[in-house]
């Protein structure tokens, strides 16, 4: 069983930055591809980053692309979220997911992950 914690989240204003982190608990972590998700109010959850497990390949959401990177530190078993130059319309909920995944393929499929976080909300003011 793999249980993901996030934190980091918060308030701030437009052009901004936070570091999301999601610390991971289990011995898969080294080999699991990891990602963020996010959801806003009354939207359906899309897809931010991943990273494989060895960091060799990573994935973005266009809209994130440039502003947004994900990291991750095997050896503390976490990943991170550094989100800058932030948005009104980045506000959302932001989730951590993994899947164990020995080959380094990412997705951008919510489904393709079995362990998810609860969350970790995100305000970004104008």
């Known amino acids: 069983q793999v249980q993901l914690v996030e934190s980091g989240g918060g308030l701030v204003q437009a052009g901004g930055s936070l570091r999301l982190s999601c610390a991971a608990s289990?011995?898969?972590?080294?080999?699991?591809?990891m990602a963020w998700f996010r959801q806003a109010q009354g939207k359906e959850r899309e897809f931010v980053a991943a990273?494989?497990?060895?960091?060799?390949?990573?994935d973005y959401a266009d809209s994130v692309k440039g502003r947004f990177t994900i990291s991750r530190d095997n050896a503390k078993n976490t990943v991170y979220l550094q989100m800058n130059s932030l948005k009104p319309e980045d506000t959302a909920v932001y989730y951590c997911?993994?899947?164990?995944?020995?080959?380094?393929?990412?997705?951008?499929?919510?489904?393709?992950?079995?362990?998810w976080g609860q969350g970790t909300q995100v305000t970004v003011s104008s």
């Open positions: 997911a993994s899947v164990w995944r020995p080959y380094n393929s990412v997705s951008k499929a919510g489904p393709d992950y079995d362990y």
């Open positions: 289990g011995r898969t972590f080294s080999r699991s591809t």
């Open positions: 990273m494989s497990w060895s960091g060799a390949n990573t």
